[in-house]
């Protein structure tokens, strides 16, 4: 999965590396809330098709808390 911000690999391994873990974490944070706000909108199967597999489960799981939570 690409980066949203690159990093470069350059100078102190350390710091290169803090970044990078960091680029890491907000990219999948973004994914995940592109993903959270699609699986309400869209058809599933499309949905699925379209995501990383552990974000496609993510929102089988929150249409099913929607759902359980809709009939409760």
Partial sequence: MPLVTPV???GNIETWLK???K???D???EHCRN???AVMTQPLE???KSTLS???LMGVQLIWTAKL????
């Fill in 46 to 48: 499309p949905f699925v």
């Fill in 8 to 10: 470069l690999c350059q």
């Fill in 27 to 29: 990219t999948m944070r």
């Fill in 23 to 25: 680029e890491m974490q």
């Fill in 35 to 37: 993903a959270a706000a």
């Fill in 69 to 72: 939570t809709e009939a409760l």
């Fill in 54 to 56: 552990q974000v496609s």
């Fill in 19 to 21: 970044q990078l873990e």
